[in-house]
């Protein structure tokens, strides 16, 4: 299973834009990389999910290096409400066989200041 | 479709006494997850289901814990002889797994469990 590595916290203005690096330096071909938000007292949330290059939906967009060891998920124009932890995760997202385990790390917890 | 359901959302039980949590998953999912998330830390994977087969459990599942997922739709997960070190949120997710899907989890809001 590819670890992740992401920055423990990170602090932003309401109005500006985030971006939230995760490192996954032994990436293997067939995975995928997905992130998830968190509110306190509530399950994480899917946000998006990628293989390469650029995804973007409603909420984030995500930014995949050609090597893909990084992966980093932009939000666009923080309100107080994104105030949430956010998680990177690596995984075969397509395994119909054998063992599929989604490892979550510690996530990001990113602080939207007024 | 009102998403993953888990009950109950708060045990209070005193150590050494068993419980019990429910989680109905997403009808059309076909895999079912068990995690625990103590304070500060993200989700840890306990077990997962395909359908009613139990395929996976990790090395936290003591012989305390058992779960099961009987004719592959809802789920219990019982921790026998509590200790307070049990005392975390236990969530559910669910997700639909197949050739044309891409595995995303749908959570449940957490069974949250003090144990004194």
């Known amino acids: 299973l590819a670890k992740t590595t992401q920055p423990i916290s990170m602090d932003s203005y309401e109005g500006q834009e985030v971006n939230i690096t995760c490192s996954h330096n032994n990436i293997a071909t067939n995975d995928y990389i997905t992130w998830y938000q968190q509110f306190p007292s509530q399950g994480p949330r899917f946000i998006i999910q990628?293989?390469?290059t650029k995804v973007t939906n409603e909420v984030a967009s995500l930014f995949i290096p050609a090597d893909r060891k990084s992966s980093t998920l932009s939000l666009p124009r923080v309100s107080l409400s994104d105030t949430a932890v956010y998680y990177c995760?690596?995984?075969?997202?397509?395994?119909?066989?054998?063992?599929?385990?989604?490892?979550f790390g510690k996530g990001t917890k990113l602080s939207v200041i007024p | 479709d009102t998403g993953v359901s888990q009950d109950p959302r708060h045990k209070i039980t005193k150590r050494g006494q068993n419980v019990t949590f429910r989680c109905d998953p997403i009808?059309?999912?076909?895999?079912l997850y068990w995690y625990r998330q103590t304070l500060g830390q993200g989700p840890e994977f306990l077990t997962y289901?395909?359908?009613?087969?139990?395929?996976?459990k990790s090395r936290l599942l003591s012989d305390r814990f058992s779960a099961e997922r009987p004719k592959g739709s809802f789920s219990t997960l019982e921790i026998q002889r509590t200790e307070q070190g049990d005392s975390a949120m236990y969530l559910c997710?669910?997700?639909?797994?197949?050739?044309?899907?891409?595995?995303?989890?749908?959570f449940g809001a957490g069974s949250r469990l003090t144990v004194l």
């Open positions: 995760l690596v995984g075969d997202v397509y395994s119909g066989a054998g063992s599929y385990q989604l490892t």
């Open positions: 289901f395909q359908n009613e087969a139990q395929l996976e």
């Open positions: 990628g293989y390469k």
């Open positions: 009808s059309e999912h076909n895999r």
């Open positions: 997710a669910s997700s639909w797994i197949g050739q044309a899907g891409a595995n995303v989890l749908t």
